[in-house]
């Protein structure tokens, strides 16, 4: 699996041989996560770039940019404009990033937040599938990723990864 260079001491180890320092200037989802897997899938569980990476394959799908896609898809049906994505080509951001990341931010007007929530608790607006609603509340984890998931957020890092969420 792979995780944030920072969180697993054998890829900062790595990383910091094999890879330019964070100042080199700004790098793509491609050029920031491109180490190895710190682990197999199902084997564990860490924080990691997975989100930026499913953003690169939206945009391999569509051929659109990833804040491009989530406007038609996501914000155009309510008729949500008033919103910011914080992305490689927005403000301070653009001077370490380059393109779109999945996970950065996303800033909504709390009228226009609450629509998005009705729509996926209500299936008001039909964003998702009631299926796919449905299978967002089910355990995807293997036994041995439950355990990691576990002892992380017991962890002294685990009030970072536990919000709202009761480790026990």
Not at 8 to 33: M, N, T, Y
Request: hydrophobic share 35%; aromatic share 12%.
């Amino acid at each position: 699996m792979m995780s944030y260079s920072w969180y697993l001491p054998h890829i900062a180890k790595w990383r910091e041989k094999f890879f330019a320092p964070d100042d080199a200037g700004p790098r793509s989802v491609q050029e920031r996560f491109c180490y190895p897997l710190g682990f197999q899938p199902d084997e564990g569980w860490v924080y990691r770039p997975g989100v930026h990476w499913a953003g690169r394959i939206v945009e391999r799908v569509t051929g659109l940019s990833l804040e491009e896609s989530i406007q038609q898809r996501i914000f155009d049906p309510p008729g949500i404009s008033e919103r910011t994505i914080l992305s490689g080509g927005r403000g301070d951001m653009n001077l370490r990033l380059r393109g779109d990341f999945g996970s950065y931010g996303l800033y909504l007007p709390g009228d226009d937040d609450t629509k998005i929530l009705h729509s996926i608790w209500a299936n008001g607006m039909k964003l998702l599938k009631p299926a796919t609603i449905h299978d967002i509340f089910e355990h995807h984890l293997s036994l041995q990723a439950t355990n990691s998931h576990q002892a992380v957020l017991t962890s002294p890092m685990g009030s970072f990864f536990r919000v709202g969420v009761d480790p026990m």
